[in-house]
């Protein structure tokens, strides 16, 4: 499911946070427009898909659907899970009743038989999870010998550099739970993310029988600098999100 990085502030209570069902409208109306996942994150993983045409995809926390839609649009087979039935409602009004969607956590098994996809899209998801082995095993499973597994995840220094201004003191080498508040269409939300280190993310992938092929910190398309002037150009000189592309053994 993908996120919204601006407009958030510590703290939040970590008891009540990341429940997409009580908020789903407006974070896809921001979702649809924003310069973080509109004009950022999905083009940059559009890109990294490349020619989608025939293939298999899973989209792995898919939220309201809106990269399901233009993978389909390229001429892919797709399905999407989400743990969020609120979400899913709003992606079945977008991608139609024929659409295969269903509820699933990714902490959990899913209801996929062995090599039933081509590639797993897993756009702003993995930072939920503390631990990714039983998640990425599962994702390895659902793939074809040679399958992609395309991520996007919060760089590594987001976390870090946030809670840094909040005047914490954060450990970089850990793998820590961090809590804030995002704002968006009249309503404060608490959120719940797990930060970890980079080499921890990479032993996560070799652990799991993945080769990485592409490391990537794109920029965004070049559209957004009107749109958003100030945004543009922090996120052009600033990390935000990190993309990589794993292949299946």
């Given at each position: 499911?993908?996120?919204?990085?601006e407009?958030?502030?510590?703290?939040?209570?970590p008891?009540?946070?990341?429940?997409?069902?009580?908020?789903?409208?407006?974070?896809?109306?921001?979702?649809?427009a924003?310069?973080?996942?509109?004009?950022?994150?999905?083009?940059?993983?559009?890109?990294?898909?490349?020619d989608?045409?025939?293939?298999?995809?899973?989209?792995?926390?898919?939220?309201?659907?809106?990269?399901?839609a233009?993978?389909r649009?390229?001429?892919?087979?797709?399905s999407?899970?989400?743990?969020?039935?609120?979400?899913?409602?709003?992606?079945?009004?977008?991608?139609?009743?024929?659409?295969?969607?269903?509820?699933?956590?990714?902490?959990s098994?899913?209801?996929?038989?062995?090599?039933?996809?081509?590639?797993?899209?897993?756009?702003?998801?993995?930072?939920?999870?503390?631990?990714w082995?039983?998640?990425?095993?599962?994702?390895?499973?659902?793939?074809?010998?040679?399958?992609?597994?395309?991520?996007?995840?919060?760089?590594?220094?987001?976390?870090y550099?946030?809670?840094?201004?909040?005047?914490?003191?954060?450990?970089?080498?850990?793998?820590?739970?961090?809590?804030?508040e995002?704002t968006?269409?009249?309503?404060?939300?608490?959120?719940?993310?797990?930060?970890?280190p980079?080499?921890?993310?990479?032993?996560a992938f070799n652990?799991?029988?993945?080769?990485?092929?592409?490391?990537?910190?794109?920029?965004?398309?070049?559209?957004?600098?009107?749109?958003?002037?100030?945004?543009?150009?922090?996120?052009?000189?600033?990390?935000?999100?990190?993309?990589?592309?794993?292949q299946?053994?």
């Amino acid at each position: 499911m993908t996120q919204v990085p601006e407009n958030c502030a510590l703290p939040a209570d970590p008891a009540r946070a990341n429940d997409y069902d009580s908020f789903a409208e407006a974070y896809t109306a921001e979702n649809e427009a924003s310069l973080y996942n509109a004009y950022y994150e999905r083009p940059a993983m559009l890109e990294l898909a490349g020619d989608v045409a025939g293939r298999r995809i899973l989209d792995a926390g898919c939220g309201s659907g809106p990269l399901f839609a233009a993978l389909r649009d390229r001429g892919a087979r797709v399905s999407g899970i989400d743990a969020s039935a609120g979400m899913l409602e709003l992606a079945r009004r977008r991608l139609g009743t024929d659409a295969d969607l269903r509820i699933a956590d990714l902490a959990s098994p899913l209801p996929f038989s062995d090599g039933a996809f081509d590639d797993v899209v897993a756009s702003l998801v993995l930072h939920y999870l503390e631990d990714w082995g039983p998640t990425l095993a599962e994702l390895r499973r659902v793939l074809t010998p040679g399958g992609r597994l395309l991520v996007s995840v919060d760089h590594p220094f987001v976390a870090y550099g946030i809670q840094r201004s909040a005047g914490h003191s954060p450990n970089y080498f850990e793998t820590y739970k961090w809590t804030f508040e995002w704002t968006m269409g009249g309503r404060t939300v608490p959120m719940s993310l797990w930060a970890r280190p980079l080499h921890a993310m990479t032993d996560a992938f070799n652990a799991a029988g993945f080769r990485i092929s592409i490391i990537s910190e794109p920029q965004p398309v070049p559209a957004a600098r009107e749109l958003f002037p100030e945004e543009y150009r922090a996120l052009t000189t600033g990390p935000s999100f990190l993309f990589f592309v794993l292949q299946s053994s």
